[in-house]
């Protein structure tokens, strides 16, 4: 965990700042602008780039990607601008925890994992790269976004231990098993061998 350097207030304004940013759900924004319809009555109903991608629209998925990934770094940063570690890391996770949670949905949103690579990126960028690359490559080989993003979760906190990066680790850890947990049901489904693949509708 990070050294505690800020204010209560100033951790109150990040974690807010963080979580506003990341509760703004780019992928229903997308399909409502682009005419898709209501993301929560496509495919598997999820708010991501993935759900966005069954409807066959790929530039719409593509900039869902962009702007979920996007809310993650901004949150990062915003605070690295103006604020402590400590009140960065804070945003990091709240932005991502607003993504899952966003209040304008009923605190039903979707799995975080455009968040927590834009997070990586804005947070440690070689590890942010690293991420994605393991997610792109897991995607390829098994055309399971699921399991790609599982086993980049799963593995990221790993190399960021033997790496040095200290308090960011524990933030990259807690990220993880929150994807794990939001993936559950995916989990499930890749044992049985129902999991939809990339693409599919």
């Avoid at 899952?100 to 440690?124: E, Q």
């Avoid at 960011?168 to 989990?187: E, K, P, Q, S």
């Amino acid at each position: 965990m990070p050294i505690i350097e800020s204010s209560l207030a100033m951790l109150a304004l990040w974690g807010a700042t963080g979580y506003l940013l990341g509760s703004i759900p780019g992928g229903v924004i997308m399909a409502r602008l682009m005419g898709l319809g209501n993301l929560r009555n496509i495919g598997s109903g999820n708010i991501g780039a993935t759900n966005v991608l069954r409807t066959g629209n790929k530039k719409a998925a593509a900039l869902t990607l962009i702007f979920d990934a996007g809310k993650g770094a901004i949150a990062v940063l915003a605070a690295r601008a103006a604020a402590p570690e400590d009140a960065v890391q804070l945003a990091a996770l709240m932005a991502f925890i607003g993504h899952c949670f966003p209040v304008w949905l009923g605190f039903k949103g979707g799995k975080g994992v455009a968040t927590y690579l834009g997070i990586l990126l804005a947070l440690a960028w070689p590890m942010g790269l690293a991420a994605c690359g393991i997610w792109l490559a897991v995607a390829v080989i098994t055309r399971y976004s699921s399991l790609a993003a599982l086993v980049a979760a799963g593995w990221i906190p790993v190399v960021m231990a033997f790496a040095g990066y200290g308090a960011a680790t524990c933030l990259a850890a807690c990220l993880g098993l929150l994807i794990y947990a939001r993936h559950w049901g995916n989990i499930a489904r890749l044992r049985a061998g129902t999991e939809g693949k990339i693409g599919a509708k």
